[in-house]
């Protein structure tokens, strides 16, 4: 997970948890961070990459769009899972996130049912097809 807010990352891992999804969550605070995780898994074939990554648009030092387009020119990981998450609803980002290689688009909410339905996209794309 590339998420910034600290109140964003705990919500998100409680609606992980609250779909039944067992999952080790790794969370970095920043794009540069992330990108760093696909740049090492390149270099050593040791490395592993995430099965999923839940990538929030407005983090420091690289914005997740940036992440995005790092992470889909990388060898090894390009076609991880990737939502996106965003306390934006402009219809224009979401187009935008998903022509650059997201799988799905989750819009942050205040409404904590509404919020905690996230863990059933995470359920979701991590169920095989």
Do not use: W
């Not at 109140?7 to 760093?36: C, K």
């Not at 999923?52 to 899972?81: A, E, F, Y």
């Not at 909410?109 to 996230?118: A, I, N, P, R, Y």
């Amino acid at each position: 997970m590339a998420e910034d807010n600290e109140g964003d990352a705990y919500l998100i891992r409680a609606a992980i948890r609250t779909a039944g999804v067992d999952a080790t969550i790794q969370v970095v605070r920043d794009g540069e961070a992330a990108t760093n995780i696909f740049d090492h898994a390149d270099a050593d074939a040791t490395q592993p990459c995430p099965s999923l990554l839940i990538l929030d648009l407005n983090l420091p030092k690289k914005r997740g769009t940036q992440v995005l387009i790092h992470l889909r020119k990388s060898r090894r990981c390009n076609s991880i899972t990737v939502i996106v998450v965003s306390s934006t609803g402009s219809l224009v980002e979401m187009q935008n996130v998903l022509d650059l290689g997201a799988n799905a688009f989750f819009q942050k909410v205040s409404q904590l049912d509404d919020f905690m339905k996230l863990g059933d996209v995470v359920k979701r794309a991590l169920s095989p097809p």
